[in-house]
């Protein structure tokens, strides 16, 4: 017998059939690595905070003290937990999946609820219709229910504790996920942008009494667990235009001594490796170097005030040299370009506050010669 799940769309219903959905048109996924294959660290452990996932798992992260847990071949599951089943189920594809807590908390679990976050190579465009799917596998002993979904938001959510995070997800399962003995099944649905949402999350957004529940098992845990893998979101025709904005980097003017601060260029924390989301500010940035062949610049990296000088010095001085190499590695001839580092020496708005050390914390480029096609 086929089974259905209907899913609760943010603008209409969907309904999702167990596997068997045609998938949206062939365009690029806009989610970093969909199937949690790659790492920032080596997972030599088991997870029991937020930040040990977000540590280890590239571009993905822990929205709450609650901490995901990651199944891969490095990965070493601790006895009690491996004997409760933990693991057992191979990704739906290569080596690698998530899994998540995802309901209990009315009988004391901790960490009754788990979340993976992650910021979109781009953000949706408003009037956009987008299909998304991720698939799931429950643990065999795991409780069985409903509620797990997707929320696209426009800020980052970021809580220090393991608490629930109640936001209406734009794709949710509304009927409890029972998984056949193949194991794996898809969560699907369409909906359409009312923002430019820049950030995903997924797990259950309602509490355990808003929250559907089934056990078959002679011997049930007192949770549900469901494993995660194979996350896609993609835009669907008709496909929209983006409207270019008045500050946008294509409608700057280009003369001889103009400081031009990027927009949207990210690092991981700490570090100077850029995230999926800078390309598409620095394709702009390409094309601006492409179109003007004599024109010469220097790129220039800053931080807030935090951290000691000398390595702000530093860091800055590698994300600056990061860009560079974009363009080097796409053609742009390195004597056109020189970088530099500045640390906190060159502050654009006070560091007293989260929004002024983060308006610090930025790439520009000066441009050295005007001498432009």
Not at 173 to 201: H, K, M
Not at 206 to 217: G, I, L, N, P, Y
Request: hydrophobic share 35%; proline share 6%; with cysteine.
């Amino acid at each position: 017998m086929k089974v259905f799940y209907s899913l609760f769309l943010y603008l209409f219903l969907s309904v999702s059939l167990n596997g068997q959905q045609e998938p949206a048109k062939e365009m690029a996924n806009i989610v970093p690595n969909p199937g949690f294959e790659r790492y920032s660290g080596i997972p030599l452990g088991w997870f029991y905070k937020g930040k040990h996932f977000t540590d280890v798992m590239k571009y993905w992260n822990a929205p709450t003290g609650a901490s995901p847990d990651i199944f891969g071949p490095k990965v070493r599951i601790p006895k009690h937990w491996a004997e409760k089943g933990f693991g057992k189920q191979p990704p739906r594809s290569g080596n690698s999946m998530v899994g998540l807590t995802i309901y209990g908390c009315e009988d004391g679990k901790p960490h009754c609820r788990e979340y993976i976050q992650i910021q979109l190579k781009e953000p949706l465009v408003v009037g956009q219709n987008y299909y998304f799917e991720f698939w799931a596998n429950r643990l065999p002993r795991s409780l069985k229910v409903n509620n797990l979904g997707g929320h696209f938001s426009i800020e980052e959510m970021n809580a220090i504790t393991d608490e629930l995070i109640e936001r209406t997800p734009q794709v949710n399962a509304t009927e409890v996920i029972n998984t056949p003995r193949s194991g794996w099944v898809r969560i699907a649905g369409r909906f359409q942008a009312t923002d430019e949402f820049n950030y995903l999350t997924i797990g259950n957004f309602f509490t355990d009494e808003a929250t559907k529940m089934e056990t078959h098992s002679r011997d049930p845990l007192t949770y549900a667990y469901y494993y995660i893998d194979d996350v896609l979101l993609k835009k669907e025709d008709p496909i929209l235009n983006v409207p270019i904005k008045e500050d946008d980097l294509t409608k700057i003017p280009l003369e001889e001594g103009k400081i031009v601060t990027l927009k949207n260029i990210f690092f991981e924390t700490d570090k100077y490796e850029l995230l999926p989301r800078s390309y598409i500010e620095l394709n702009k940035l390409l094309k601006l170097m492409r179109d003007n062949r004599n024109m010469i610049i220097e790129m220039r990296g800053h931080t807030d005030i935090r951290g000691k000088a000398t390595y702000n010095k530093y860091l800055s001085r590698k994300r600056a040299k990061a860009v560079v190499l974009f363009l080097i590695n796409n053609g742009i001839n390195p004597a056109r370009m020189q970088y530099k580092g500045f640390g906190s020496e060159l502050p654009i708005a006070e560091n007293s506050t989260d929004d002024g050390m983060q308006l610090n914390r930025r790439v520009e480029f000066k441009i050295l010669s005007n001498d432009l096609n």
